[in-house]
Each structure stands twice: as C-alpha cells, then as structure tokens.
Nanobody
Framework: QVQLVESGGGLVQAGGSLRLSCAASGRAFSRYSMAWFRHVPGKEREFVAAISWSDSRTHYLTSVRGRFTISRDNAKNTVSLQMNSLKPEDTAVYYC?????????????WGQGTQVTVSS
C-alpha cells in the first residue's frame, strides 16, 4: 500500500514554469513505477509522464515531451514533475499515481490531485 499527496500546483502565465511534487508514504517506494496524469472536466483523464521503478526509464505524452521532466528520489519517497514553457492547454488537475512493478501496468494508487492553471 502507498499513499500519495501532491503539492505545487497554482496559477502561472503562459511560458512560465511550475514544479509538482508527490510525497509517498508506505513501504518499498522504490519498487513502484510512478506517473502523472491530468484531467479536465468533460474530458478523459490523460497520461502525462511516467518513470519506471527499476531503471528510472521515462515516458511522456507527446505534447509535453521536451517541456516536462519527471524524476524520482527514492531516498525521499518523492516524485516530481518539472513543467516548463507551460501553455493554456496544460490547465488541468494533475494527479500522481503509482503501481507496483512495471510502468506499463494499470495504476492503482492515486493522490487527491493539484490544480494547475495556465493563463494566456
């Protein structure tokens, strides 16, 4: 079991940056692949980025590749999402998620979400 708490959301102008953090409690954090998803009301939840448990391999949504960077610190049980060159279309509630093992599995642990709003 792992509990996830996100922080770092807020309001930023287009072109600006935000850093989201996710603190995980529970055991064996290093064995969990971690990901960020986002959701806009009326739309499907969207995968944003993931980082594997075994070798910190990363995977990104095409539209954020080169602008967003996911990273993890297993010593601190945290995963972060550095978001640069933000666009109004990045506005959403961002969720941290975890799954034991491979990052290609369905994520089954979720945080409560943090709002990111990008103004034009």
């Amino acid at each position: 079991q792992v509990q996830l708490v996100e922080s770092g959301g807020g309001l930023v102008q287009a072109g600006g940056s935000l850093r989201l953090s996710c603190a995980a409690s529970g055991r064996a954090f290093s064995r969990y692949s971690m990901a960020w998803f986002r959701h806009v009301p009326g739309k499907e939840r969207e995968f944003v980025a993931a980082i594997s448990w075994s070798d910190s391999r990363t995977h990104y949504l095409t539209s954020v590749r080169g602008r967003f960077t996911i990273s993890r610190d297993n010593a601190k049980n945290t995963v972060s999402l550095q978001m640069n060159s933000l666009k109004p279309e990045d506005t959403a509630v961002y969720y941290c998620a975890a799954v034991l093992g491979a990052m290609t599995q369905e994520y089954n642990y979720w945080g409560q979400g943090t709002q990111v709003t990008v103004s034009s």
